[in-house]
């Protein structure tokens, strides 16, 4: 049995994507039932409900909000998460090398494989593939869904814009050892991408127990933009002001307000700790999707 689990108001012409989801898997000779998200939340209680009642995959259709919710119900259960994604930055689809179309996303049901992915957690929340806390996630929580389903990618970048003429606050990182250092963002990645098709971590193995800290270490609106220019151009790697470090923990905190993104959705406020767990995720990726060599 299979469970698609659908945001019906999320991106372009939902209805439609949903209509091209069920002819697909009525034409493969699937067994399944379709979901309709009514709020924040749905998508967790009915992944839980799904596995729990034995689900052998569930579908996730929908952008950042529904695959991250759907992964978080399925955590730790022998369920498989497959994705029909929409989104401005279609990070998940990159990281996994999914199929452009609907039609490829759902033929991994019959032609792909399932690779078991240990999950991160940002206080009681899971993730599969970024965490951020600082300027990041300020961007992630000022734009709202509109901004995203109509500008796409634009609208991370327009609302970074607008976000920079803000006061930005410092935050302050622990990393195990107790090394305590001044950052002005600081992004947790268990994938290599960051923002679709932009590589953050080039070494990061997603399979593996262990994430990398990217943090920008100077202070200041430049110090931010040439940050971001630098990430969309895979050259911030050799900058002197910012720290790449693998790792499976980091605490961060602020004296000012500040925001936590978790897969592209708000959190809440600091504090936040990033740690990784031995929880799993059951994922369906295509046959060529890299592993590491054993």
């Known amino acids: 049995m299979i469970d698609v689990i659908c945001n019906p108001v999320a991106g372009p012409r939902p209805a439609g994507r949903i209509d091209r989801v069920r002819a697909c898997l ?3 000779g699937f067994s399944f039932r379709i979901r309709e998200t009514g709020g924040p939340g749905d998508a967790v209680v009915m992944a839980r409900e ?26 730790g259960s022998d369920t498989r998460l497959a994705v029909v994604p929409h989104g401005t930055g279609n990070v998940f689809a990159k990281e996994f090398s999914l199929p452009a179309s609907i039609e490829g996303c759902l033929a991994l049901l019959r032609d792909g494989r399932t690779i078991s992915v240990p999950l991160g957690k940002a206080n009681d929340r899971y993730f599969v593939l970024l965490a951020s806390a600082g300027f990041d996630a300020e961007v992630v929580e000022r734009m709202n869904h509109r901004q995203k389903n109509v500008l796409g990618i634009a609208a991370y970048v327009l609302c970074g814009a607008r976000h920079l003429l803000r006061a930005q606050p410092s935050l302050w990182i622990e990393l195990p050892g107790r090394e305590r250092l001044e950052v002005q963002s600081v992004i947790v990645s268990r994938g290599r991408k960051y923002g679709g098709n932009v590589t953050i971590a080039p070494d990061a193995n997603i399979e593996g127990d262990a994430f990398h800290v990217v943090a ?3 202070k200041g609106r430049w110090a931010i933009s040439m940050f971001a220019l630098d990430i ?12 790449i470090r693998e790792t499976t923990s980091v605490v961060a905190r602020s004296t000012i307000p500040s925001a936590v993104q978790v897969d592209g959705e708000y959190l809440g406020p600091l504090p936040v700790r990033f740690e990784m767990t031995d929880v799993r995720l059951r994922i369906v990726v295509p046959e060529e999707f890299p592993s590491p060599p054993a």
């Open 26 to 28: 009525a034409a493969m």
């Open 232 to 243: 969309l151009r895979g050259k911030h790697a050799d900058s002197r002001h910012v720290l």
């Open 50 to 75: 799904a596995a729990h009642e034995g689900a052998e995959t569930v579908v996730a259709v929908g952008g950042d909000g529904t695959i991250h919710e759907v992964a978080n119900g399925l955590a």
């Open 216 to 218: 920008l270490l100077r």
